[in-house]
């Protein structure tokens, strides 16, 4: 089991940016694909973004949703056991609470981290 501390949301306007992180406390970090999930206000929580791990046959693989396509950018350090997600040209649509965990999702989450982009 992993313990998943994810930080860095905040109050930002449409078209701004927001960096956030994901420490993840396991073993053998390195081998999990990780990803971003997003939660919205009476919505059911959704794929944000991935990244595969070295077991994987191509590490560093990264797939987004459509709707963050060309806006987001999923990456990972493993030497520090983080994931990080660069969000830029926020939209209200943007606006949930965001977590990380494994790909597809197996461990505890964690309590994520909110995002409220508005005016």
């Known amino acids: 089991q992993a313990q998943l501390v994810e930080s860095g949301g905040g109050l930002v306007q449409p078209g701004g940016a927001l960096r956030l992180s994901c420490s993840v406390s396991?073993?053998?970090?390195?081998?999990?694909?990780m990803a971003w999930y997003r939660q919205a206000p009476g919505l059911e929580r959704e794929l944000v973004a991935t990244?595969?791990?070295?077991?994987?046959?191509?590490?560093?693989?990264?797939v987004y949703a459509n709707s963050v396509k060309d806006r987001f950018t999923i990456s990972r350090d493993n030497s520090k056991k983080a994931v990080y997600l660069q969000m830029n040209n926020l939209k209200p649509e943007d606006t949930a609470v965001y977590y990380c965990n494994r790909n597809p999702p197996s461990w505890n989450w964690g309590q994520g981290t909110l995002v409220t982009i508005s005016s």
């Open positions: 396991v073993s053998f970090f390195s081998e999990h694909d």
């Open positions: 990244v595969t791990g070295d077991r994987s046959l191509h590490y560093g693989l990264t």
